[in-house]
């Protein structure tokens, strides 16, 4: 027999707000539980509603700020709070950065038990418009008579009612309204899920994922839609590989790198930083960090489609960039040729897998460059100082696993924390995205 749900309390409760979660709702402790708040931030007095309760921890939500913090601000989107795009728009955004900044440490003296000999000044762009890449749902809702496109609600998969949105760049945040109106003429109407948003430079393509074919109606007025709002418009019938523009459509995606001197082309189903105007300063410190020389020879791991490998090609003797995707080291290749890159070579190559036959852990690197996704680069590890690694620049996504693999650096392989630091790819979110810089000793 299940055991029976136990009723929320239907009282309201006030509560000292501790401190923040990893994913940027207040922490505080009732009657020795745990009890994580949206809306809440550290040093409030709140009074709050409980939404779910769990074995561990219990969850709530701010009915009313009762002493507010210095650091709160007014959101500037209307739908914050539902939309779960966004957890930290009621924080000032040095406070976010402050308290990325203050979780990357605590991370890295839990778990590693160590901290950086040098902070590196917080990485920061424009707070505002700086979404270029997003899944956005789709749902055709039969009793309102209409499409609604945007992220899904906080806590559940609703899709939120926008018009607008104020972290996608404006070329596609300002047309929520206009994109749903056009899925509401489609015959297909409810058989899209999901619009891929992915931007360059100067072009920007909507990638619809439909379920059934569309009719010759719907792709003409795709077309036409895609012509007037300034849109190359894609469609997915399958997985990523059966993505395909709209005739007439077509057109490559790029960003450049002008402080390199480099372009470099993808795909808009390609891995690229969401962030482009952070993307260019982060490049632009992992080079000035990592300082390469003209006589080194540089190891770039997860080196997707040459983001930092060509940057780092233009200043040293040679570089070697591995990448387990065979497609983004096609384009890689490419880039490096449109360029006029011929100090560089790509491997693909499982990073997670078995490495031992693989030719470029042969070779001596007196550099290496790591950008791992979240799961972080914990098998590779080992390998460094064989390659005779003087200086590791790792870019991480999960301040967690960074600290993880630290501490193998440190207090296993014989490295030191030099530097570290956060970046703010993702203003307004609890995501963190950091740099740290290890020394062999």
Request: charged share 25%; aromatic share 6%; net charge neutral.
């Amino acid at each position: 027999m299940s055991r029976r749900r136990k009723p929320l309390p239907v009282e309201t409760v006030d509560a000292l707000i501790e401190g923040l979660t990893h994913e940027g709702r207040g922490l505080t402790h009732i009657e020795g539980k745990a009890v994580f708040i949206d809306g809440a931030l550290p040093g409030e007095q709140v009074r709050f509603r409980y939404r779910r309760q769990r074995r561990r921890f219990d969850e709530g939500t701010v009915e009313e700020v009762l002493q507010s913090s210095s650091d709160r601000v007014q959101p500037r989107c209307s739908h914050f709070g539902v939309c779960g795009g966004c957890s930290l728009q009621h924080m000032h955004v040095d406070a976010q950065i402050r308290s990325k900044q203050e979780s990357l440490a605590a991370l890295l003296a839990r778990i590693a038990k160590i901290s950086p000999q040098t902070w590196l000044p917080p990485l920061r762009a424009n707070a505002w418009g700086y979404r270029r890449k997003a899944r956005l749902g789709v749902r055709y809702v039969s009793k309102k008579g209409r499409t609604l496109v945007g992220f899904r609600e906080r806590g559940n998969a609703f899709i939120t009612d926008v018009s607008q949105c104020e972290v996608l760049h404006p070329s596609v945040g300002a047309r929520m309204s206009a994109i749903a109106s056009l899925i509401d003429t489609l015959t297909i109407r409810d058989q899209v899920p999901q619009i891929e948003v992915a931007m360059g430079d100067d072009t920007t393509v909507l990638v619809f994922r439909v379920l059934a074919p569309p009719t010759e109606t719907d792709v003409d007025a795709l077309t036409a839609f895609g012509e007037r709002e300034g849109f190359r418009i894609h469609l997915q019938e399958g997985g990523p590989e059966s993505i395909r523009a709209l005739s007439g459509q077509s057109a490559p995606l790029h960003y450049d790198l002008p402080h390199h001197d480099l372009r470099l082309d993808f795909l808009p189903s390609d891995f690229t930083q969401v962030n482009l105007e952070l993307n260019r300063l982060m490049v632009d410190q992992a080079l000035d960090r990592l300082s390469p020389q003209p006589d080194d020879r540089v190891l770039d791991l997860f080196c997707g489609l040459g983001n930092f490998t060509l940057p780092l090609a233009r200043r040293v003797s040679e570089v070697v960039g591995v990448e387990g995707d065979d497609g983004l080291v096609a384009r890689a290749r490419a880039n490096a040729e449109r360029n006029g890159i011929n100090n560089v070579r790509f491997h693909v190559s499982d990073l997670y897998g078995e490495l031992d036959q693989q030719p470029w852990l042969s070779e001596h690197f007196s550099k290496v460059l790591l950008d791992p996704p979240r799961s972080g680069a914990i098998a590779i590890l080992d390998w460094l100082p064989r390659l005779g690694a003087e200086r590791i620049l790792y870019v991480s996504c999960n301040p967690a696993t960074l600290a993880r693999d630290a501490d193998r650096l440190v207090n296993v392989l014989g490295y030191r924390l030099s530097e570290a630091g956060v970046m703010d790819m993702f203003p307004h979110t609890a995501h963190v995205e950091s740099m740290a810089v290890f020394d062999r000793r």
